[in-house]
C-alpha cells in the first residue's frame, strides 16, 4: 500500500501520508453508512420507547394513586402504587427524549460526514447519477477520466 503512494509523486495524500486505495474507500464508506443506520435505528426504537411510556403515563394520570401497580425492574416483577411509579416513569420519559436528542444529532453529524466523505472520494451510488451522467460526457474522453477517479458503490 505505501509503495503504490511513493511510486507517483504527484499523488494526493490524506494528512495521515497514506492514500486509501478504492477497496479502502468503499469499506470506510461502507462503514460510516452502517453507522448512520445504527444511529438511525436506535432512535426509531426509542422514539416507540419514548410512546409507550407516554400511553403508559397518560393511562396512569387517570388512575387513583393508591392503586396497586406493577413495574419490571430488572427483569422482575415488582409491586408499587401509582403514586411511585408515575414519577419515575415521568424521569425515564425525559432522560429518554434526551437521549433521542442526542442521537438525533449524531446522526446529523453522521449524515454531513458521510456526505463529506463521497464529495471527497467521488463516490457515486448505484443508480443514483445514472440518469445524469451520460447527457454530461458525450466525449470519451472526459467520461473515461470520470470513471477512473470516481468509486461505484452497490
Same mark, same amino acid.
Request: cysteine-free; hydrophobic content about 35%.
Given at each position: 500500500? @505505501?509503495?503504490?503512494?511513493? +511510486?507517483?509523486?504527484?499523488?494526493? @495524500?490524506?494528512?495521515?501520508?497514506?492514500?486509501?486505495? @478504492?477497496?479502502?474507500?468503499?469499506?470506510?464508506?461502507?462503514?460510516?453508512?452502517? %453507522?448512520?443506520? +445504527? #444511529?438511525?435505528?436506535? @432512535?426509531? %426504537?426509542?422514539? #416507540?420507547? #419514548?410512546?409507550?411510556?407516554?400511553?403508559?403515563?397518560?393511562? #396512569?394520570?387517570?388512575v387513583d394513586p393508591t392503586r396497586k401497580c406493577y413495574r419490571m425492574v430488572g427483569g422482575i416483577l415488582v409491586e408499587r402504587t401509582v403514586k411511585e411509579v408515575l414519577p419515575a416513569l415521568e424521569n425515564n420519559k425525559e432522560q429518554i427524549s434526551k437521549i433521542i436528542e442526542t442521537l438525533n444529532q449524531q446522526l446529523q453529524t453522521k449524515g454531513r460526514e458521510l456526505n463529506d466523505f463521497r464529495e471527497k472520494h467521488n463516490i457515486r451510488l448505484m443508480g443514483e447519477d445514472d440518469?445524469?451522467?451520460?447527457?454530461?460526457?458525450?466525449? %470519451? +474522453?472526459a467520461g473515461a477520466k470520470t470513471s477512473s477517479a470516481g468509486v461505484l458503490v452497490s
Open positions: 500500500m @505505501a509503495d503504490n503512494a511513493k +511510486g507517483r509523486p504527484g499523488a494526493a @495524500a490524506p494528512p495521515g501520508g497514506k492514500a486509501l486505495t @478504492a477497496e479502502q474507500v468503499v469499506a470506510r464508506f461502507n462503514r460510516l453508512r452502517q %453507522e448512520q443506520r +445504527g #444511529l438511525a435505528s436506535k @432512535a426509531a %426504537e426509542l422514539e #416507540l420507547e #419514548l410512546n409507550e411510556h407516554s400511553l403508559v403515563i397518560e393511562t #396512569l394520570r387517570e440518469q445524469k451522467q451520460p447527457p454530461k460526457e458525450n466525449a %470519451e +474522453g
